[in-house]
């Protein structure tokens, strides 16, 4: 079993609706949740964060974190044209010092005009 | 202010040979990492930096790969005895190191091993 699962896609969705993506990972002990969006030929740029249960939310993003289900998903509301790109998951282990970050191998949403 | 920069940005070596790979970190942020990242992969963890020290090398997939950061700042992965399997865009990132920090990546150095 992958350490972080996420389903590769490709996701269409389109322009103005609301995009899902879903992120699974299998360390319990995981304490930080990652979201970057990489764009085709270039490197990773980080949209989002959580720690804690429950929701984050910031600008048309939202971020949800389930620790309990393992769980971990980011919501792009009122899609982009520009929002298609490969989205990241990461997490980061469970005590200081491990600071890796293990990614999934990225979801492909493409968002249709 | 700046972002993390990586030289080369493309290399293209022959199988055998030895490459480095430089990465110069946002100023001010003590740790670096180093990830190597396949077509239609996840970026894959290689080495952590703590100031001058390496703190995890769990990821180096062999000996051939040896990494440096002499000063806290600057660092170079090295690659021996390239193999064409060692192809990938290596990417580095740098963070504060505190509770709860970002890891902010560069540009990336795309390898070629012919």
């Known amino acids: 079993q992958k350490e972080v699962e996420q389903n590769s896609g490709p996701l269409s969705v389109p322009e103005g609706a609301i995009a899902s993506l879903n992120c699974t990972y299998s360390d319990r002990g995981s304490q930080s949740f990652f979201w970057y969006r990489q764009y085709s030929g270039k490197s990773p740029e980080l949209i989002m964060f959580i720690y804690s249960n429950g929701d984050k939310e910031d600008g048309r993003f939202t971020a949800q974190l389930n620790k309990a289900s393992q769980y971990v998903s980011l919501l792009i509301r009122d899609s982009q044209p520009s929002d298609s790109a490969t989205y990241l998951c990461?997490?980061?282990?469970?005590?200081?010092?491990?600071?890796?970050?293990?990614f999934g191998t990225g979801t492909r949403l493409t968002i249709i005009p | 202010g700046a972002g993390v920069s990586q030289t080369p940005s493309n290399k293209v070596t022959e199988k055998g040979k030895y490459v480095e790979l430089r990465c110069d970190p946002i100023?001010?942020?003590?740790?670096l990492y180093w990830y190597r990242q396949s077509l239609g992969q996840g970026p894959e963890f290689l080495i952590y930096?703590?100031?001058?020290?390496?703190?995890?090398d769990s990821g180096l997939p062999n000996d051939r790969f040896f990494a440096v950061r002499p000063e806290g700042s600057v660092s170079t992965l090295k690659i021996q005895r390239t193999e064409r399997g060692d192809s990938a865009v290596y990417l580095c990132a740098s963070s504060l190191l505190s509770v709860g920090d970002t890891q902010y990546f560069g540009p990336g150095t795309r390898l070629t091993v012919l």
């Open positions: 930096f703590q100031g001058t020290g390496a703190a995890d």
């Open positions: 100023s001010g942020h003590t740790a």
């Open positions: 990461a997490v980061k282990g469970d005590n200081f010092g491990n600071e890796k970050l293990t």
